[in-house]
């Protein structure tokens, strides 16, 4: 049996921009992508601390240490610039590997750089 795990997460992101001209998806700093190992066209869900707002997206990359978390296309009416956000995505694990599993963890600052780290 497998269980759905938390691969990694990006906790309080800020939203620098939100493009509803845009395809879809959430950019994101490449800085973050390494340090959380994240990956572009992964599958994110995106929570919204500010309003509430729960959505699912893709990642496009980012430039690197340029602090971007960008919200583009519809899910762009969900979320401002300057509000706070969680990005975190799952992984399927096998029951057995459960108990040892640890996600990554990066905890950024208001301009979306890593503070810390946490495997």
């Given at each position: 049996m497998k269980i759905?795990?938390?691969q990694a997460?990006?906790?309080?992101?800020?939203?620098t921009d939100a493009n509803l001209d845009y395809e879809g998806s959430i950019t994101?700093?490449?800085a973050l992508?390494?340090?959380?190992?994240?990956?572009a066209?992964?599958?994110?869900?995106?929570?919204?601390?500010?309003?509430?707002?729960?959505f699912?997206?893709?990642?496009?990359?980012?430039?690197?240490?340029?602090?971007?978390?960008?919200?583009?296309?519809?899910?762009?009416?969900?979320?401002?610039?300057?509000d706070k956000v969680i990005i975190a995505a799952y992984a399927w694990i096998d029951a057995v590997a459960t108990a040892d599993w640890q996600p990554t963890l990066v905890?950024?600052?208001?301009a979306n750089r890593q503070k810390t780290l946490h495997h």
């Amino acid at each position: 049996m497998k269980i759905s795990m938390l691969q990694a997460k990006i906790h309080r992101a800020t939203v620098t921009d939100a493009n509803l001209d845009y395809e879809g998806s959430i950019t994101i700093d490449r800085a973050l992508l390494d340090a959380s190992g994240l990956v572009a066209f992964q599958q994110v869900h995106v929570y919204n601390i500010t309003n509430g707002h729960r959505f699912e997206t893709y990642i496009i990359e980012g430039r690197r240490d340029g602090g971007d978390i960008t919200i583009n296309g519809a899910a762009a009416h969900l979320a401002s610039p300057g509000d706070k956000v969680i990005i975190a995505a799952y992984a399927w694990i096998d029951a057995v590997a459960t108990a040892d599993w640890q996600p990554t963890l990066v905890f950024v600052d208001e301009a979306n750089r890593q503070k810390t780290l946490h495997h």
